[in-house]
Every structure is written in structure tokens, then in C-alpha cells.
């Protein structure tokens, strides 16, 4: 999208070039191809951020940079969006009462990871399609012989696995979400024990044909050790929303041209 054919923003009398928008469209992903729609987030967003400036200043505030990162201070404007929001935005942090509500409501959210034992036959392969294909014929090979016999595991294990768990007749030991690759997690959570998994489950390191032996499901937290989980994704929460109302109310009452500053 050309500057020459996209509109100026006029923020309460101050003006946002379009070649400004353009230079903060690497700020935003979007899917390919959605230009518009690019276009749309960093003006909406050069547009908060006009406001949230003009409303430091109306307050006359003054801030000091802060260190953010090692070696990474605050922006002078990062810096005065903070000491604005730090004023106009209520006390987000949660009390005991909602912290305790929150936990109540919600146990099954606060367990310990649950402990698997698993065992699994590896066809490994890199990232050319060719290897890929040859892996995965392999373990479907596989897989209809164990769908016939679940008790050749282990011989295949011995005989056809690329993994140094063979040794173990492919027993990988008790393990945690977490540790070990996503697409594992996932299926370890969906098979009963004793039960091997239905599809070759694919890795970065090829195809697996995996089995869970045992599951130990972990328990659910004291709300002494959950309290600071849910602290922190309470006040968070709280302080987006009371964000969103503060920069709503900001935009109601200005006057603002070249973007459609409704919700999206």
C-alpha cells in the first residue's frame, strides 16, 4: 500500500503522518496478504498511543526512564504511557477473598504435572520428504503388527527402533509434562494405560510409536502454593481490563480522523 493513497490520522488537532503508520507496520503480525488489516493495527495503535501522550501532558507529568531489561532502558515515551497508567488506572492487585474464590472455583487448574511411564518405538528421519515418507511407512508397518499382537512391543522395540532406549525394550522411564516434546505431551494425555498409541506420532527426530505403561496423576496444589500463580494472573487480567476501559474512554472523547477506531 502506497503513503500517496492512504490518509493522514488527525488525533484532537495532532496529525500522524501515513508514512509514520507505514514505518510501525513491522510492529504487527498479520497473515500474509492482509495489508489492510496491517495498516489498520498500527494506525489503531499510533493512534492509542497519541492519546495516551496527549493525556500525559495534559496531567503535566514528568517521568524518569526505567531499566527494563539488562542494558535496555524505557523510551522517554514508554517512560510517560508508564507514569500515566501508574496514575489514572484503580488498584488492580487482587485481595485474599477473590485470590481464595478464584482458587475454589477453579482446583483442577492447580495440580502438580502429572508422572507418566512410557515406551516408544523410534523410525528416525531427517527433513527431507523421502526420509520422512520411508519413516512413517515404517511405523505403520509396525503399528499393524502390534494392532494384531501388542505383545511383539518389545521385539520391535529390540530389533526396529532407532533410539537408545532398545536397550530397555524402548521404556523411557517415568517422565513429566514438559519433558519431552510437545506432540508426545499431547498423546500421553489422551492414551489410558497399557494402550499404544492409534497414528504414528511425528517429531523433529522422525516417528514414534508410543505406549503408556503407567500415569500418576498429580495432585491438586494447596492454595498456599497456588496463591502466587493466581495472584499474578489476576492482577494482570485486572489490569488489562481497566487498560482497555481507560483507552476506551480516551478514544469516546476525542475527535479523531483517517481511522475507524472501533473494535476490530
Known amino acids: ?3 500517496a493513497f492512504l490518509p493522514d490520522i488527525v488525533v484532537n488537532g495532532d496529525t500522524i503522518p501515513a508514512n509514520e503508520v507505514s514505518a510501525e507496520l513491522q510492529n504487527h503480525d498479520v497473515p500474509q496478504g492482509q495489508q489492510a488489516m496491517a495498516w489498520r493495527r498500527a494506525a489503531r495503535a499510533l493512534t492509542i498511543r497519541t492519546l495516551l501522550l496527549q493525556e500525559a501532558k495534559k496531567r503535566d507529568l514528568v517521568a524518569t526512564a526505567q531499566n527494563v531489561a539488562p542494558g535496555k532502558n524505557e523510551t522517554e515515551t514508554e517512560a510517560l504511557i508508564r507514569a500515566l497508567l501508574e496514575q489514572a488506572l484503580p488498584d488492580t492487585k487482587p485481595d485474599e477473598t477473590t485470590l481464595r474464590a478464584y482458587y475454589d472455583a477453579n482446583p483442577e487448574r ?3 504435572p502429572s508422572l507418566y511411564e512410557a515406551s516408544h518405538i523410534l523410525f528416525s528421519a531427517d527433513e527431507t ?9 515404517k511405523a505403520i508397518a509396525a503399528l499393524q503388527i502390534l ?7 518389545r521385539k520391535l522395540a529390540r530389533t526396529e527402533s532407532d533410539c537408545s532406549s532398545r536397550q530397555s525394550d524402548g521404556r523411557l522411564g517415568q517422565i513429566s509434562r514438559g519433558e519431552t516434546v510437545e506432540a508426545f505431551d499431547r498423546m500421553l494425555d489422551q492414551l489410558e494405560p497399557g494402550s499404544i ?3 504414528p506420532v ?4 522422525g516417528f514414534h510409536i508410543l505406549r503408556l505403561d503407567a500415569r500418576a496423576e498429580g495432585a491438586i496444589l494447596p492454595f498456599e502454593n497456588a496463591r502466587p500463580r493466581i495472584a499474578e494472573a489476576t492482577e494482570k487480567a485486572a489490569w488489562t481490563r481497566a487498560a482497555n476501559d481507560f483507552v476506551t474512554s480516551l478514544v469516546k472523547h476525542a475527535d479523531i480522523s483517517g481511522i475507524d477506531m472501533r473494535p476490530e
Do not use: I
Open 202 to 205: 511425528e517429531t523433529r527426530f
Open 197 to 199: 498409541a492409534p497414528e
Open 147 to 153: 494392532s494384531q499382537d501388542p505383545e511383539q512391543f
Open 110 to 112: 492447580f495440580r502438580a
Open 1 to 3: 500500500m502506497s503513503d
Open 129 to 137: 520428504e523421502p526420509a520422512r515418507q520411508k519413516a512413517r511407512a
